[in-house]
């Protein structure tokens, strides 16, 4: 299969989106911005044997993951994903029947998110495959969720589970024995096909100021990033991190994997007192779970830091643990 054969394979028939005036088949796409909204663009990538590898990642899951971090993104500023682009970078060992799958993995995703695949780039790599994915998404004029919107006496949350993902990938690399825990394939799935959170996203936009990061580095990166942007020290406690159960009492390592651990792809932010309630009910209200983990406070001397829970006080770098003097 040529590179014309695959990209007609993967040209979709139809689109979602009726603003696409011109979609896959062009030099260019070319589509109308919705009036009122702002445009959010942001793009990362995946390298074999980097962030990937074949031996335990179906071609499928590639393709999922691509996109769906991508869409963490748009999600984490308060947006609505709507288009993305591909490139890819395929060594010849690869089968078409492959490259197929993983736009499969992507499409399924897609259609969840009603998104729209509008262009892309093929080309040929020697050794190890590489997949770059551009989303396009919008917000409404004025409504993206900053990072630099905490203020003191906010309530910082995170969504869902953290180091679950760091789990799975413990599992999938045989550092783990999958004896280690009962719920296996929920680590694995974490891993493998993390869920944005678009629609809690969605509920910050609407909110008078809410930072906002999704959690692809880990917690404790995350809530650094916000608070240096901010100009705040974020507080949070270990007791109140949201850890499976089955993690938390299986293995010695989750306080690492929740504050360090990475591609989680939650959501964690911060939230006025008197507007959490209102985000709690609407989380509540669509299944999706959410948390406070901590508060914010007027700039102290780190940017966070943790009670533990033996009642110490300690720092929160980026990576790593760093006890307070
Ligand atoms: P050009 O030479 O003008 O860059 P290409 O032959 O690379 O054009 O691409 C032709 C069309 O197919 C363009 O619309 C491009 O966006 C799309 N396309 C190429 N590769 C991919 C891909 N891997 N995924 C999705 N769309 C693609
Ligand atoms: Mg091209």
């Known amino acids: 299969m040529d590179e014309f054969d695959l990209i007609h394979s993967i040209t979709p028939h139809t689109l ?8 896959i088949g062009d030099d260019g796409a070319v589509y109308t911005a919705s009036p009122d909204f702002q445009q959010i663009v942001c793009l990362d990538t995946m390298v074999e044997d980097v962030h990937f590898k074949l031996e335990y990642s179906a071609p499928e899951d590639i393709g999922y993951k691509a996109l769906a971090v991508n869409i963490s993104d748009i999600a984490a500023m308060g947006g609505i994903p709507k288009f993305y682009l591909v490139s890819l970078a395929v060594p010849s060992c690869w ?6 799958a993983m736009y499969e993995g992507m499409t399924e995703l897609a259609k969840l998110y009603r998104m729209d695949l509008i262009g892309g780039d093929t080309v040929s790599a020697s050794d190890k495959a590489v997949i770059t994915v551009t989303v396009i998404g919008e917000v409404e004029k004025g409504l993206a969720c900053l990072r630099s919107s905490a203020r003191p006496g906010d309530v910082v949350f995170v969504t869902g589970d953290i180091g679950s993902s760091a789990a799975g990938l413990s599992l999938l690399l045989g550092e783990t024995a999958p004896s280690a825990f009962s719920e296996r394939d929920y680590f694995i799935q974490k891993h493998k096909r993390p869920v944005p959170r678009v629609q809690v996203g969605r509920f910050c936009s609407q909110l008078q100021h809410t930072a906002l990061n999704d959690i692809s580095d880990g917690l404790a990166s995350e809530l650094n990033e916000i608070a240096e942007a901010s100009s705040v020290t974020i507080e949070i406690e270990e007791n109140l991190l949201p850890v499976h159960p089955d993690l938390r009492t299986a293995h010695s390592k989750w306080k690492e994997w929740a504050l360090f651990g990475g591609e989680d792809f939650e959501l964690a932010g911060t939230v006025s007192q008197k ?11 669509s299944g999706v779970p959410i948390k406070q983990v901590g508060t914010v406070y007027e700039r102290k001397e780190a940017n966070v830091l943790m009670k533990t829970a033996d009642q110490k006080r300690i720092v929160l770098e980026k990576k790593g643990y760093n006890h307070f003097k």
């Not at 089968?95 to 197929?100: I, K, L, R, S, T």
């Not at 507007?275 to 209200?285: F, V």
């Open 95 to 100: 089968q078409a029947a492959e490259v197929q």
């Open 16 to 23: 979602h989106h009726t603003s696409v005036d011109v979609g």
């Open 275 to 285: 507007e959490w309630t209102w985000l709690l009910d609407r989380c509540k209200a």
